[in-house]
């Protein structure tokens, strides 16, 4: 292992979350409980897609086999794709889809702040500029749990059932593998102990006013999307995602 | 987006011999080009006549994201994915300014939008049409908002200060959008395979005769027209817009390679624009009432969102009074 291999991957882990949660987000167009919350998904959503497609085009360029951006999100496979288990769960309710955005903008956030003091520049330069999108997705997501946790009975009941619902997959956010590790050593990504520790601290202070409980850490579980090994959910998404540049596979777009 | 058959609920236009002393008064800053704002006095027809119009024009917005939305997860590009989502985004703001600019008259905005949901409240035809493939995306961006353009531009000048006001702002994205669209028009018939192109004359001979209804009936049969114009609600009536629009469109269709669906289409020297033919004003009205390909569906999406998404609004409603209650304490 180089840390040339590490960087690719760790570049794709963060393009393909920021995609697949893009792509969910795009999946509530129209459908929304307000007309100012279909702005805001689509406002995330936009960031989000704009972020990924910054990391992949990196991935592509260190890759240098003849990719580019776009073969990498509409070309690769499920079992290829490197996104975090959280965000290619299904929207559900709002409450499911709140839940899911809130602890992943709480993990995303410190990820990128640690990264715009990256030693890479590249990456970097990328975060520096995520950091100020992701600072208004997790504000606005937290404001929301608060809402719902601590609103009516019924949103009180919707948020209680959320939590298990994608719970066990947050397990992905507070550890580490050995490739990980590494780019940490090298001053290339932050150190995922401090990440895990700002998570934890994020989550535990707005569930306490949202007046929700804070379950206990998710333990390892068999799928693990750093390996690939996704939920059955991804396929789907990606066959609806990936449609167009599949069946015209010489097509200019 | 635009509203294209709005009752003014009146049958014969006053002059103003006729008018009380407030009508008269009302009509001469109307002459004047003097916009009319919230706090001023109205006609009643007046208001009500553009609380149709706006709320007509923002449900068009509102139910103009869905053509789209149906594609935003299948872009074939990050890129094309990044300005479906941003041409969407702007469609919820236009909403929100229309719906602000409506409330300015004294309407609800739930209560209006109850009335669509209801199928009370009409919005444009041309979102009762299905996306049936990508290039509808270029097609939409750059027939629709472009007969959207050509009606708004002019609504600009709108004799409501609220509502011309909003049509500037409204005006600058969607010319943005609208390019983008032709953009992507270009590129699949100047880089596409034979498939790309044959989509893009594909979603021309759909979307054509329904852009050009976007302008409303002709002149002879549009009666709420005379009033709307008196009172300058309407710049310009709806086939001097329709002809300007498809003037303007004709060249860009050109100039992609691509064939209008139009057999009766011709360059008119002597009139100096273009002839064309019969428009299906039987089609027209059946989408208009209700009976277009997608109005049960489009209807139903938006009832089902707003009906789904009451306990949300209700749980943000009963945290705030919590905050406040919590604050005031």
Redesign the interface.
Known sequence: MNTQTDLIEYLLRLGDSA?IQ??RL??W???????????AL??V??DL??Q??NW?EYAAELLDDGRD??DL??RRDERAYRNLLLVEQPNG??AVTILKQFLYDAWHLPVLTGLSQSSDERIAGIAAKAVKEVTYHLRRSGEWV???G???E??HA?MLAAIPEVWRFTVELTSADDSEQRLCAAGITPDTAQVAAAWQNTVSALFASATLPVPPAASYFYLNARRGLHTEHLGILLA??Q???RA?P???? | MYAQLVETGVKRIKDLSEMSEQERHFQEKIDAEIKIEAKNWMPDAYRQTLIRQISQHAHSEIVGMLPEGNWVTRAPTLKRKLQLMAKIQDEAGHGLYLYSAMETLGADRDEEIAKLHSGKAKYSSIFNYPTLNWADMGAVGWLVDGAAIVNQVVLQRTSYGPYSRAMVRICKEESFHQRQGYEILLTMMRHGTQAQKDMVQDAINRLWWPSLMMFGPSDEHSPNSAQSMAWKIKRQSNDELRQRFIDQTIPQLELLGCTCPDPDLKWNAERGHYDFGEIQWNEFYEVLKGNGPCNQEHVATRRKAIEDGAWVREAAVAHARKKHNKNAA
């Open positions: 995609l893009g792509q795009c999946q167009c129209g459908h929304a409980p307000a007309l100012e919350e279909e702005l689509m406002n959503g936009l897609v704009g990924a497609r992949l951006a776009d999100a509409f309710d709002y608060e809402r719902l601590d609103g009516t019924e949103s919707r609806e995602m449609f167009l540049p015209y010489d097509a200019t777009w």
